[in-house]
């Protein structure tokens, strides 16, 4: 069998060996349902409950201020429709490079008779802070939600996330980010930064698919999206994911103490691809930034358009290597990406999204440069 190249870990990264490990007693012998009162379920409540001190612990928050979720989406639609209908919200300012389970949500709010406003963005992805601040100070007197991601999923750019929170404040507006592609991957302190919500999922970090959560500011509480029981202190119905959850709560657990040298390797495995391309390639470009104003384990490579390179991931498939051509969740439609739409990205190039993980290495880059220089 050829040897696979997984270079995609920003749309999902498998499972460490460790997790799963965790995560084996609670699919066999500790199959409790958390809401019962007898051992089984005793065992099923503690498990839930150390993964989201875990959590908390991460986020420098309280523990009552994290529930579980099945995803980020869901995390991310939970804020948005339930700050209007919650908080009183009659005013939304977001971006056009939002995942679009935040965009998709927002236009539905707007549709709804919400206000909706996006802030500019530039050709690299950063937000114009100087509008958004002039947004908030057009219509102080209106309740406002900013809903900013804190790295874009396709581009990798990163928002200073402190610096929004701190003109948020200045304004009274709440401040959702969605944090997906964040979590774990750099440091969190809900203390310091003024941020209302913020979301996050397993699969993004070595944990499993299908599990996520959401922080809640304790001063900012909104009801649930999902009604029809009192799991998660009332905040989402419907039996816990017990074995998605104590995989989360592990594999956040194992960033907390191997992170930094996680990191430092992944970054090494980015920027020696980076200079490998450039060396090799003629003509290759890269969306947004290649240093630490973007995710440290993402690339976007941009390519002149040619016959070879129309059918460029599917070529590089064929090849064993496993890239996106923006994010995962729009691969299967034949639409432009809405992020380099944004950022008026040259329509005569081609993207690819390289991703990395702790267990890539630069044997592997050499590979995919090599079969990237052949179809270029």
């Given at each position: 069998m050829a040897m696979k190249i997984y270079f995609d870990n920003a749309a999902t990264t498998p499972i460490d060996p460790l997790v799963l490990a965790e995560m084996m007693p609670y699919l066999t012998d500790n199959f409790g349902n958390p809401s019962s009162?007898?051992?089984?379920?005793?065992?099923?409540?503690a498990a839930v409950e150390k993964s989201r001190k875990i959590v908390a612990k991460y986020l420098n928050a309280s523990a009552a201020e994290v529930f579980f979720t099945s995803c980020g989406t869901e995390s991310n639609n939970m804020v948005i429709k339930q700050a209007v209908v919650n908080l009183g919200v009659k005013r939304i300012v977001s971006s056009p490079t939002e995942h679009h389970c935040v965009l998709h949500t927002v236009k539905t709010e707007g549709s709804k008779g919400v206000v909706v406003d996006y802030v500019q963005v530039n050709e690299k992805g950063d937000i114009d802070v100087a509008h958004l601040e002039r947004l908030l100070a057009a219509q102080p007197e209106t309740k406002t939600l900013v809903s900013l991601m804190h790295a874009n999923n396709e581009i990798g750019t990163l928002l200073n996330i402190q610096h929004v929170g701190e003109i948020c404040a200045k304004y009274g507006a709440l401040f959702h980010s969605d944090s997906v592609q964040t979590v774990a991957h750099y440091p969190m302190d809900v203390q310091a930064t003024k941020v209302h919500f913020l979301?996050?999922?397993?699969?993004?970090?070595?944990g499993p698919k299908g599990i996520g959560f959401v922080y809640i500011n304790g001063h900012n509480a909104i009801k649930p999206l999902i009604e029809g029981g009192a799991q998660e202190r009332n905040m989402r119905a419907g039996t816990e994911n017990v074995v998605g959850i104590v995989g989360l709560g592990k594999a956040l657990e194992l960033w907390m103490t191997e992170g930094e040298q996680y990191r430092v390797h992944i970054e090494s495995i980015r920027d020696y691809m980076a200079t490998q391309l450039q060396a090799e390639i003629p003509g290759i470009v890269f969306n947004g930034y290649t240093?630490?104003?973007?995710?440290?384990?993402?690339?976007?490579?941009?390519?002149?358009?040619?016959?070879?390179?129309?059918?460029?991931?599917?070529?590089?498939?064929?090849?064993?290597?496993?890239?996106?051509?923006?994010?995962?969740?729009?691969?299967?439609?034949?639409?432009?990406?809405?992020?380099?739409e944004a950022i008026k990205a040259d329509e005569n190039r081609r993207t690819v999204r390289f991703s990395f993980s702790k267990n890539n290495t630069k044997e592997e880059v050499d590979i995919a440069v090599a079969k990237l220089k052949e179809m270029v």
């Amino acid at each position: 069998m050829a040897m696979k190249i997984y270079f995609d870990n920003a749309a999902t990264t498998p499972i460490d060996p460790l997790v799963l490990a965790e995560m084996m007693p609670y699919l066999t012998d500790n199959f409790g349902n958390p809401s019962s009162i007898h051992e089984y379920g005793r065992k099923a409540k503690a498990a839930v409950e150390k993964s989201r001190k875990i959590v908390a612990k991460y986020l420098n928050a309280s523990a009552a201020e994290v529930f579980f979720t099945s995803c980020g989406t869901e995390s991310n639609n939970m804020v948005i429709k339930q700050a209007v209908v919650n908080l009183g919200v009659k005013r939304i300012v977001s971006s056009p490079t939002e995942h679009h389970c935040v965009l998709h949500t927002v236009k539905t709010e707007g549709s709804k008779g919400v206000v909706v406003d996006y802030v500019q963005v530039n050709e690299k992805g950063d937000i114009d802070v100087a509008h958004l601040e002039r947004l908030l100070a057009a219509q102080p007197e209106t309740k406002t939600l900013v809903s900013l991601m804190h790295a874009n999923n396709e581009i990798g750019t990163l928002l200073n996330i402190q610096h929004v929170g701190e003109i948020c404040a200045k304004y009274g507006a709440l401040f959702h980010s969605d944090s997906v592609q964040t979590v774990a991957h750099y440091p969190m302190d809900v203390q310091a930064t003024k941020v209302h919500f913020l979301s996050g999922s397993a699969h993004k970090f070595h944990g499993p698919k299908g599990i996520g959560f959401v922080y809640i500011n304790g001063h900012n509480a909104i009801k649930p999206l999902i009604e029809g029981g009192a799991q998660e202190r009332n905040m989402r119905a419907g039996t816990e994911n017990v074995v998605g959850i104590v995989g989360l709560g592990k594999a956040l657990e194992l960033w907390m103490t191997e992170g930094e040298q996680y990191r430092v390797h992944i970054e090494s495995i980015r920027d020696y691809m980076a200079t490998q391309l450039q060396a090799e390639i003629p003509g290759i470009v890269f969306n947004g930034y290649t240093d630490n104003r973007s995710l440290y384990h993402v690339l976007s490579v941009s390519v002149p358009a040619n016959q070879k390179t129309e059918l460029l991931l599917f070529n590089l498939d064929i090849s064993g290597i496993c890239a996106s051509g923006a994010s995962a969740c729009a691969s299967g439609s034949m639409q432009a990406s809405h992020v380099l739409e944004a950022i008026k990205a040259d329509e005569n190039r081609r993207t690819v999204r390289f991703s990395f993980s702790k267990n890539n290495t630069k044997e592997e880059v050499d590979i995919a440069v090599a079969k990237l220089k052949e179809m270029v």
